[in-house]
């Protein structure tokens, strides 16, 4: 069991959670995690032991020179940061990990167990899919939720996935289990360019979060990088012949599956976005 000694009083704690490996395409959801970890310069709270998650013939540890000189060996881990976002009168528990290659049980009952210590109430857990989604629309996001009114409450579309899962699974229902509300947000990544970074993606999962938080997140250049992922995209495509015939088979069948309603909706949305945004600037 981790040692919880020593842990902050937390104001009205929400936990964000992303982890490396089989639930990160294009490393799009902790990329969210990472910029927000630097954006509000996050301190850590608690790292999971190692020794007791990961396979380190799997997961290796790395070599980093200090100075050009001295060796140091960062292990694979899972860590927990506290941040508090300028302007916001609550704290944010940031989840950066890796997926760990073993006990996955006591791994989940560890960070419920962290987070019980420290009052979070919801946990929003993020992941990334590859899928046959053209680079050229809007990522598409979808989510899983411990009950039915929660999934209502943030608006969720469910996903009605099954088959394998990864730790963002199992959290999420061993949330739920806890009896502690959790949600998750999934967004697909087209297969076709499926080396990371995904900005877009990353981009897409900032703004879907901020809708369920209700609280501001800072972009900063993820958009214009995500504007140059696409563009670069689109570049190589144009020099392939049968990517371009298949992102365009990929648009129309994407273009035709949208409902006027469900469009309706996103521009709705985007709207209600835009105006929260103009709120809180006016008031700043």
Known sequence: ???????????DPV?????????DAGEASSGVVAHLESAWK?????ALDPDDYYDF????????????????????????????PPGVERDVVLLRGIEPNMRWRSFC?????VCRELGVELAVM???????????????ILGGATDEALARSTNLELSRYEGPTGIVGVLQHEFGRAGMDAVSLWAS???????????????????????VLEIPLPLGDLDEEARAWERGVDELAAQDSEVAEYVKELEERKDA???PEASGDAIAAEFERYLRRRDRDTDS
Do not use: C
């Open 1 to 11: 069991m981790t040692e919880l000694e020593g842990l902050p009083e937390l104001v």
């Open 15 to 23: 936990l964000i959670a992303a982890f490396e490996g089989w639930n």
């Open 109 to 113: 009952a560890d960070i419920i167990g």
């Open 257 to 259: 599956a949208e409902l």
């Open 189 to 211: 990544v087209p297969h076709y360019v499926a080396q990371p970074p995904n900005p877009k993606a990353t981009v897409a999962l900032l703004r879907r979060l901020e809708d």
């Open 126 to 140: 993020l992941g990334a899919l590859l899928n046959d989604s053209p680079h050229t629309r809007p990522v598409p």
């Open 42 to 46: 996050a301190e850590t709270l608690v």
């Open 57 to 84: 013939q799997v997961t290796r540890p790395v070599v980093e020179m200090n100075d050009g000189l001295a060796q140091s060996i960062v292990w694979p881990t899972t860590r927990l940061l506290r941040a508090r």
